[in-house]
């Protein structure tokens, strides 16, 4: 028996230390990336509300988004899930919603333009 409650603790100082490097790890990716200056604020806002509620992304948050880069993109989605704020949402649906809107963004970006 005591070697099962030694397993246990082994488990959850496993996966505390996981989520802390996880932490980590996208907070450095964001840092030496300068991730957080990267998209004006009406833009972050945007690309928020498209991701983690319900809402749509104009072409010009689609620019910035773009501009952002695909690895501050996710950086920022998986501190956002990590925030106890939003312990409710399901992280699977939120992922899928983030890389929908980055490839919608990325093929409105890359579309040509219509000639005139």
Known sequence: MASLNVY?????LFLTCGAAMA???????????HC???MGL??????????????????????ELVGLGKVCHSALVKRTLENPLFKDLTPA?????????WNNCLALIDSPSPSA
């Open 8 to 12: 246990s603790a082994l488990v959850v």
């Open 23 to 33: 932490t980590m790890e996208n907070d450095q990716i964001i840092k030496e990336n």
């Open 36 to 38: 957080e200056t990267k």
């Open 42 to 63: 009406p833009c972050v806002l945007e690309s928020f509300t498209s991701i983690f509620e319900i809402g749509s992304i104009s072409n010009k948050c689609c620019g």
């Open 93 to 101: 649906t939120i992922i899928a919603k983030s890389i929908q809107t």
